[in-house]
């Protein structure tokens, strides 16, 4: 990876988005993308949509989502401790002991997920955290002393982990899911820009939000754009390690390459097509079963306006919402190139029915 990408990547994984909130990493991700687009346009909650060749009647989108999960302040006890609500799939389980950020007018407010020491607890009879158990101390002493320094029922609070590289070759950190997506469909914009290549059809870059809470954003640009096509990335649980059970899980690895999904939501002849160029252009992948929905926004295209030709290519990842979500660096890069190379093999006014 080049080393501007690298650094792009870094800033923007490291950039608080919490679902709802996804303000200031969409602002970082614009100006990433501007340079390698014609326009752009931000809908009224936030996705940001960059476009090349405008004009252009056939439309297709590249896609991810921008936000990641985090909390709500729900209630603050007299003695200044603070309970939260969940904002998207945020699990209880890998909070105590963790650091949070919490975000107020005036500023970033410091604080931990207290948890009571072994010591002073019966171990034989300890129960899993959950939403009702875990708290947040941010060093007051009051209710009154919490909302001085400007939390309020409502105020957000994301985990402070940042981004690192582990043993070369895997990238960790919080928020991988998605906006490491987001990172790679604005690599296939620049790379497409850089090599020169003309496409013959409008392609809408789309940095979607509020994935997490129902693919709200998708839904809502989805009927904006009105596109032909659609193909979305994401995360996928890499099954490797311990706790996975592969007959239900599959079988599916960090560093064997971009997962393609087979499902009903997903267009046949648009997901062979991304098939025969991963083959076509040796990019090793992996395939996946989805059930009634693939759970992704992928599902919020292909069922918008009058259906949208649409196929999902994931990118394996361990430990998905936790702190320290993990993806295979080679595996990033081979995400972004499948993508680019199936806009190269996509006509003006591709016909992907099955029959007519």
């Known amino acids: 990876m080049r080393k501007e990408s690298f650094d792009f990547l870094e800033r923007y994984l490291n950039n608080a988005s919490p679902t709802g909130f996804e303000k200031e990493g969409q602002k970082l991700w614009l100006e990433y993308l501007k340079p390698y687009i014609d326009e752009y346009f931000v809908d009224t909650y936030g996705t940001v949509v960059g476009v090349i060749n405008p004009e252009a009647k056939y439309k297709v989108v590249i896609e991810a989502h921008a936000d990641e999960i985090s909390y709500f302040v729900n209630y603050i006890t007299k003695e200044g401790y603070i309970y939260l609500r969940r904002n998207g799939g945020s699990d209880a389980l890998v909070a105590p002991s ?21 010591h002073v607890r019966k171990v034989e009879q300890d129960k899993a955290p959950t939403i009702e158990t875990i708290y947040l101390d941010c060093g007051a002493a009051s209710q009154k002393e919490v909302e001085d320094m400007g939390i309020h029922v409502g105020s957000v609070v994301t985990f402070e982990d940042e981004f690192m590289v582990m043993n070369e070759k895997f990238y960790v950190g919080r928020a991988l899911d998605n906006r490491v997506g987001g990172f790679m469909i604005a690599e296939v914009a620049r790379m497409l ?73 997903v267009q046949n002849n648009l997901r062979d097509l991304i098939i025969k160029t991963a083959q076509e252009t040796d990019i090793p992948f992996q395939r996946a079963a989805a059930t009634r929905a693939t759970g992704t926004d992928t599902d919020a295209f292909a069922y918008s306006g009058s259906g949208v030709a649409s196929a999902l290519i994931s990118l394996p990842l361990k430990y998905m919402h936790t702190t320290v979500e993990t993806v295979h660096a080679e595996d990033v890069d081979n995400v972004t190139k499948l993508i680019y190379e199936t806009l190269l093999r996509i006509e003006d006014g591709h016909d992907f029915r099955y029959f007519s």
Not at 100 to 118: C, E, L, Q, R, S
Not at 239 to 249: G, R
């Open 98 to 118: 963790k650091r949070v950020n919490i975000h107020t007018d005036k500023g970033i407010v410091k604080a931990v997920f207290g948890w009571p020491a072994i």
């Open 193 to 265: 820009k850089e090599n020169g290549k003309t496409l013959p059809f409008g392609l809408y870059i789309v940095n979607a939000v509020q994935e997490e809470i129902g693919l709200r954003g998708a839904e809502m640009v989805a009927h904006r754009i009105n596109p032909n096509v659609a193909i979305i990335t994401d995360v996928t649980h890499d099954t490797q390690s311990p706790m996975y059970e592969k007959k239900t899980a599959g079988d599916l690895h960090c560093g064997k390459g971009p997962v393609i999904t087979y499902g009903p939501a």
